[in-house]
């Protein structure tokens, strides 16, 4: 059975509008130099999608989600990164002060904490059903390739 998340009317977000053309390329180079020795498109599209999630972290408010999220009895209502994205994470993480001010415009003034989880959400899938779920809702593109456990 597929569940449809309610859609909008809006425009998707471009997630590489978020940051400028200089920093983007340094993290993609980040990540091929100390995470992922991969092919630049495919490294293009990680960091793609890793902004897009830090996003819709952003605007998630796991203590006051959309009605649906609740509905459908998401018990663990974090969002996490898939194993593809989460080296997009790390790389931009290295990038301290960069990363420290992306999070305060993106949130008005919080860091987006990056803290490793592990429990039964995150090991069936149900974590990233969610997050791609929520990056839909608030409109940001998602590669699904880059979201399979």
Not at 124 to 134: A, F, H, V
């Amino acid at each position: 059975m597929t569940i449809a998340t309610p859609r909008t009317d809006r425009p998707v977000h471009d997630p590489r509008g978020q940051v400028s053309p200089e920093m983007f390329d340094q993290i993609v180079e980040r990540v091929q130099k100390d995470y992922v020795p991969a092919a630049r498109f495919y490294v293009e599209l990680m960091v793609e999608q890793m902004l897009a999630y830090l996003a819709a972290v952003a605007a998630y408010d796991p203590e006051d989600p959309p009605q649906w999220v609740v509905e459908e009895g998401y018990d663990f209502r974090f969002l996490t990164p898939s194993e593809h994205i989460d080296p997009a994470v790390h790389a931009f993480l290295d990038f301290t002060a960069d990363y420290r001010e992306h999070c305060h415009e993106l949130t008005g003034g919080d860091f987006i904490d990056h803290v490793p989880v592990v429990n039964d959400s995150i090991r069936n899938g149900r974590s990233l059903d969610l997050t791609t779920r929520i990056m839909r809702h608030y409109r940001y593109p998602v590669d699904d390739r880059m979201w399979v456990r």
